[in-house]
């Protein structure tokens, strides 16, 4: 068996029948591979359906823990030498599997391999007027790119989790998902990974993964706000002292890190005030002060004023000019 695509799923019966035709076999020739749904006790008729309308399907159920618990049992029953993990809502193009698949055979050393995607906003069928933006994480196709994924990752610049097939062995190495976080789960096993000495490579072979981007979402990660910029938080300094850990001292990871703080703290400092200061302290600690993104006024003015002055005088002139017009 070449792959396991594990499928969670918690009450998605009018969207998993569009991910689950997306990888239908013989849209994917050259490549053995099983399909794994793994469902968090859905009560709107999923069971039933997939039963009957999708036989050849490994239909599992798993006690209503979340979908990193759920990835982890598909992740135990999958029998493939590589794992692919498919969100419930998103899609596979065709033939997306052959040449990542041959990649991996042909490089023992390389870990997980990952290709393009779009993003699209429906609640219903793919189409072209849907997509909402392309591919933006870069296709890193060349060896000895760690440094740069990690750096990305870093800064908060992700790949979707349903891009990337892993080696099974390597991820049962990893001891699969964390399961008690609500936030950020895809991120952080890839931050574990790269922290393990994952070898990522992507592969420009034409083919695409269709992420999609909806407002339905009742699922366990999705709850609380406060909790989870709390756990976001935890995460971050987590990522700061794995860099001690291994010794990871390059300027460039600080740089990167104290900038993903500090892009949390723009975004939540008038939701969440306290939780944001949080943020911003540890951006202090890490690195500072932060190279944010702007125009040429943008950087002189963070230069003579400090990054937090600029942002929340640009914060006042765009209230400004909303009100003026």
């Not at 019966?13 to 990888?23: G, I, M, N, P």
């Amino acid at each position: 068996m070449d792959l396991s695509i594990i499928i969670p799923t918690y009450n998605r019966r009018d969207l998993v029948k569009y991910t689950l035709d997306s990888v239908a076999p013989q849209l994917h020739p050259g490549v053995a591979f099983e399909t794994i749904v793994v469902d968090d006790r859905s009560d709107d008729g999923t069971e039933d359906f997939i039963k009957a309308s999708y036989p050849d399907v490994i239909y599992l159920q798993n006690p209503r823990k979340g979908a990193p618990a759920a990835r982890n049992t598909g992740l135990q029953h999958a029998k493939g030498k590589y794992v692919l993990f498919l969100d419930s809502d998103d899609l596979i193009g065709e033939k997306y599997f052959k040449k990542k698949i041959e990649l991996l055979d042909q490089q023992p050393t390389v870990t997980a391999c990952y290709g393009a995607y779009e993003a699209f906003r429906s609640d219903g069928a793919f189409t072209i007027e849907s997509i909402a933006f392309k591919h933006k994480y870069p296709l890193l196709t060349q060896p000895d790119s760690e440094k740069t994924h990690l750096v990305n990752y870093l800064r908060g610049y992700y790949l979707p989790p349903i891009t990337v097939i892993w080696r099974k062995d390597f991820l049962t190495n990893l001891g699969g998902y964390d399961e008690s976080l609500i936030i950020n789960q895809d991120v952080e096993l890839m931050m574990r990974g790269f922290f393990e000495g994952m070898k990522l490579l992507a592969i420009n072979d034409g083919t695409l993964a269709y992420n999609r981007i909806h407002s339905l979402d009742n699922r366990v990660g999705s709850r609380n706000s406060r909790a989870k910029l709390e756990a976001m938080l935890s995460l971050r300094i987590n990522y700061f002292e794995d860099l001690k850990k291994y010794r990871l001292n390059d300027i460039e990871y600080k740089k990167a890190l104290s900038l993903n703080f500090f892009n949390q703290w723009r975004l939540f400092r008038n939701i969440e005030p306290d939780v944001a200061l949080e943020f911003l302290n540890w951006s202090k600690k890490v690195y500072w002060p932060v190279d944010i993104n702007g125009g040429k006024v943008f950087k002189a003015l963070t230069k003579i004023l400090g990054p937090v002055a600029v942002v929340k005088l640009k914060s006042i002139f765009s209230k400004q000019v909303v009100n003026t017009n």
